[in-house]
């Protein structure tokens, strides 16, 4: 799906918390179009890294590039407005809600009615539910989430809730979908529906991914790209094929004797 | 001996009357606590500070309009100061260091309106401005002790004007908070503050609106409640009285503080004549209300449109 044309750039990244370095002049790119795996052992700075990149942290030095635009100083509002969005490794749901009600704070960017008119129902804002809502159920349906639509999210399982924040992320209709470590805590079915998932968006709506994720089985066969970090550095880049054999990274993986 | 149903109605009314002006304060609450998930302990002053700040005005005879826009703009100001230099720096912190930063905020305005302004007890006569506002036809002169005789039923107009302020304003609030995306914002923004940052949801403006608005409501509960308790440090008291309307309507609920504020309107002034009788004590109004608040949470512990905490196992 790869198209050639770089849609991140992600250029000597340098991020600490006050002593502790938890990135270290990472760089890599991130192809539009393509499926993008970020990998390593734990504490590695993976979920830093995407945090970087969605405006959640700021780092020392670097820039991130998305879309042509520098957005390395931008708050995580204004790059959802530049086509990101993200699912979180602890979920980020808001957990009083119907999963309808989560996935509908999805479009909350791609309103454009005021308030007077939504409070009438009238104009604009009438017009835009109906459209919020079929996009809605596109994703619903989509996602197989339509017998748990009214459900309070804080009811479902672990995997399903995962679910509805892939959905959430999904309606804001996304150039960029980040997902931290998606299939965490799932089991072998539901890692098999999620990565389903993740093929058939970046095939059916040309949405860019990139994910953390533990499961090497599930990282080689559906990414086009790995980037591998370990301690806050990068170890390995390339495709899952140059990636396997890379001894750096198998050190990493396997431990070896020092 | 007969029962006086003409009593128990002018009971009834004059309960339900209270009762708007209970749920309009609670509303303040109810309105932070939903979009930030904790209890304002700064409301109290702020009715004290909007209020004062009206009074010292007038008294510096400034134009009746003219001071209540100006007061309204402050507390608009002082919303938006609120979400900068308090919310803001604390977002993604833990609920108990916002909780005690709002006691911390209460303290601060407590000294401001003293530093600015002064201790000193202040009465108010609305009416009188009212008066002279609205030229009213009818003579409501002294309406705080002037009565309307409907259908034998005595009504003071104070009353009645109050509700109508309050109720107009609640309904506004209700569909403002109901109807309108910012009321789901408001939810997602007290769940989550990441996650809603991440979907697009204005995490500062939602604060600042509401903090802003919740001024406003203490603005206008303030002027209403300091006629009768005049405006002074018995008013931040005076805000004690919403606390058992949130704990029956749920903390997070709008229809609910109106619920609960109708419920203990009329709830403590049942007590305070029949209870308060059969007893043979009095004052019974001043503890009644924490009482059939608590019996509400023996059955319902969330309160009666309240959220029920979701917790899986």
């Known amino acids: ?258 | 001996m007969d029962f006086d149903w003409v009593f128990f109605i002018e009971l009834i009314v004059g309960g339900l009357m209270s009762g708007v002006m209970y749920s309009l304060v609670a509303i303040g609450f109810v309105l932070i606590y939903k979009s930030s998930g904790i209890f304002n302990f700064a409301q109290g002053t702020m009715l004290l500070f909007a209020a004062l700040t009206f009074v010292k005005l007038t008294e510096g005879s400034v134009n009746f309009w003219v001071a209540l826009a100006v007061t309204m703009a402050t507390m608009v100001v002082f919303g938006i100061l609120v979400e900068r230099f308090m919310m803001r720096p604390l977002a993604n912190q833990s609920l108990l260091s916002l909780f005690m930063a709002t006691v911390g905020l209460a303290i601060l305005i407590e000294g401001m309106s003293q530093y600015i302004w002064d201790s000193a007890i202040h009465g108010l006569q609305l009416a009188d401005f009212l008066d002279l506002a609205l030229l009213d036809p009818v003579n409501m002169t002294v309406f705080v002790v002037d009565y309307i005789d409907w259908l034998d039923i005595l009504i003071s107009k104070f009353d009645v004007f109050a509700t109508i302020v309050a109720g107009t304003m609640i309904l506004v609030l209700a569909v403002f908070f109901q109807k309108t995306r910012t009321g789901m914002s408001l939810r997602a923004v007290s769940d989550d503050h990441l996650a809603a940052m991440a979907v697009g949801i204005p995490l500062s403006r939602v604060w600042a609106l509401v903090w802003a608005v919740t001024g406003i409501i203490a603005l206008i509960a303030g002027l209403l409640w300091a006629e009768r308790v005049s405006v002074s440090f018995t008013l931040v008291e005076a805000v004690l009285k919403a606390l058992p309307v949130i704990l029956i309507g749920g903390l997070t609920s709008i229809p609910g503080a109106i619920v609960g504020g109708l419920i203990i309107g009329v709830g403590e002034k049942m007590g305070e004549i029949y209870l308060g009788d059969l007893m043979g004590v009095q004052g019974i109004e001043t503890w009644f209300s924490y009482f059939i608040a608590l019996v509400f949470l023996l059955f319902k512990p969330s309160g009666l449109f309240g959220l029920k905490a979701i917790e899986r196992v």
């Open chain 1, 1 to 258: 799906m790869a198209s050639g044309n770089s849609i991140l750039q992600i250029d000597d990244i340098n991020l600490a918390f006050g002593g502790v370095t938890a990135l270290n002049g990472i760089s890599f790119d991130v192809a539009e179009g393509e499926i993008c795996a970020v990998i390593g052992p734990n504490g590695a700075g993976k979920s830093s890294m995407l945090n970087v990149i969605n405006g959640v942290y700021v780092p020392q030095s670097g820039r991130v590039i998305f879309r042509g635009q520098d957005c390395t100083q931008m708050r995580p509002r204004q790059i959802a407005k530049l086509g990101m969005a993200r699912t979180f490794q602890n979920i980020g749901l808001f957990q009083g809600m119907t999963v309808l009600e989560n996935i509908l704070t999805g479009r909350s960017l791609k309103i454009r009615s005021t308030w007077i008119e939504q409070g009438l129902n009238i104009g604009r804002a009438r017009r835009e539910e109906v459209e919020n809502r079929a996009l809605v159920e596109e994703v619903i349906e989509f996602l197989h989430l339509q017998s748990i639509r009214k459900t309070p999210v804080g009811k479902l399982p672990y995997g399903l809730q995962k679910r509805v924040e892939l959905a959430r992320a999904l309606v804001a209709e996304p150039t960029l979908l980040l997902q931290d470590e998606p299939m965490t805590g799932m089991n072998l079915e539901e890692k098999k529906d999620m990565s389903c998932f993740a093929l058939e968006i970046n095939r059916e709506y040309g949405t860019t991914i990139v994910l953390i994720e533990h499961d090497m089985s599930v990282v080689m066969d559906i990414s086009d790209h790995v980037v591998v970090l370990d301690y806050g550095a990068k170890i390995g880049d390339g495709t899952p094929d140059e990636v396997k054999n890379n001894q750096e990274v198998i050190d990493a993986y396997l431990g070896v004797t020092h």
